[in-house]
């Protein structure tokens, strides 16, 4: 399975997740497909760091699109969210924080140190209000620090779901809760199959794709509502 493949079954599930939540507002099973999206992104990412030519370039297209991306994505969680909740930065500055704390651990030659710092990083997601909060950034971080693990990034991914929606099984026990935790350990069956191929060249569809669709679905949630 290509780079390319893993990024269009990405986005797929992304829109599946932001249909349900622009156009059906309320949990339906196109979110329970959405937790596929995101660890897919994050492996992108940890792939993106080992594989970029040119770090600082890498880091400034994810702060440009974050910046691009900021009005459609506030406007989108303005159709579900109310308050300090609309607040939140976009996917890529999730992304860029992870890219971050990866850099920090590579290069501070100190292991431990090395770690400390990027943990802060992966917590700073919590000050910056990014989406996915300190969890998404833990879990870039985690693909790359197990990557010569067998099963590192099924252990990254467990580590993120436990993360997410342990507390709830634990404490509002529910079928959706369960069933967001299992598929959201389905990108590691996916990644198990990647083959390191990059697959048809496709250097800023994601980029694009990501303000382009939340505009889409905030027009159309005012011309289609199914709720």
């Given at each position: 399975?290509?780079?390319?493949?893993?990024?269009?079954?990405?986005?797929?599930?992304?829109?599946?997740?932001?249909?349900?939540?622009?156009?059906?507002?309320?949990?339906?099973?196109?979110?329970?497909?959405?937790?596929?999206?995101?660890?897919?992104?994050?492996?992108?990412?940890?792939?993106?760091?080992?594989?970029?030519?040119?770090?600082?370039?890498?880091?400034?297209?994810?702060f440009?699109?974050?910046?691009i991306?900021?009005?459609?994505?506030?406007?989108?969680?303005?159709?579900?969210?109310?308050?300090?909740?609309?607040?939140?930065?976009?996917?890529?500055?999730?992304?860029?924080?992870g890219?971050?704390?990866?850099?920090?651990?590579?290069?501070?030659?100190?292991?431990?140190?090395?770690?400390?710092?990027?943990?802060f990083?992966?917590?700073?997601?919590?000050?910056?209000?990014?989406?996915?909060?300190?969890?998404?950034?833990?879990?870039?971080?985690?693909?790359?620090?197990?990557?010569?693990?067998?099963i590192?990034?099924?252990?990254?991914?467990?580590?993120?779901?436990?993360?997410?929606?342990?507390?709830?099984?634990?404490?509002?026990?529910?079928?959706?809760?369960?069933?967001?935790?299992?598929?959201?350990?389905?990108?590691?069956?996916?990644?198990?199959?990647?083959?390191?191929?990059?697959?048809?060249?496709?250097?800023?569809?994601?980029?694009?794709?990501?303000p382009?669709?939340?505009l889409?679905?905030?027009?159309?949630?005012?011309?289609l509502?199914?709720?």
């Amino acid at each position: 399975m290509s780079s390319f493949l893993l990024k269009i079954i990405g986005m797929i599930t992304m829109l599946s997740d932001h249909i349900g939540d622009s156009l059906v507002r309320s949990f339906s099973f196109f979110n329970v497909i959405g937790r596929i999206a995101f660890p897919l992104f994050a492996f992108q990412m940890t792939q993106g760091y080992i594989y970029t030519k040119n770090f600082k370039k890498l880091c400034g297209k994810l702060f440009l699109f974050g910046l691009i991306s900021q009005i459609p994505f506030m406007l989108f969680l303005s159709l579900f969210q109310t308050g300090e909740n609309i607040w939140t930065l976009n996917i890529f500055f999730t992304l860029l924080l992870g890219l971050l704390a990866i850099f920090c651990y590579d290069k501070i030659k100190n292991r431990f140190l090395g770690i400390v710092a990027s943990l802060f990083i992966c917590l700073s997601g919590e000050l910056f209000r990014v989406d996915y909060g300190a969890y998404g950034v833990l879990l870039i971080f985690l693909f790359y620090l197990w990557k010569e693990i067998p099963i590192g990034f099924f252990l990254a991914n467990f580590v993120f779901a436990i993360l997410r929606y342990g507390p709830y099984m634990i404490f509002m026990p529910s079928l959706r809760y369960i069933l967001c935790f299992i598929f959201t350990l389905v990108p590691s069956i996916l990644i198990a199959f990647y083959n390191k191929k990059e697959g048809p060249k496709t250097k800023y569809l994601f980029y694009i794709f990501y303000p382009a669709h939340l505009l889409i679905l905030y027009g159309l949630s005012f011309l289609l509502p199914l709720s």
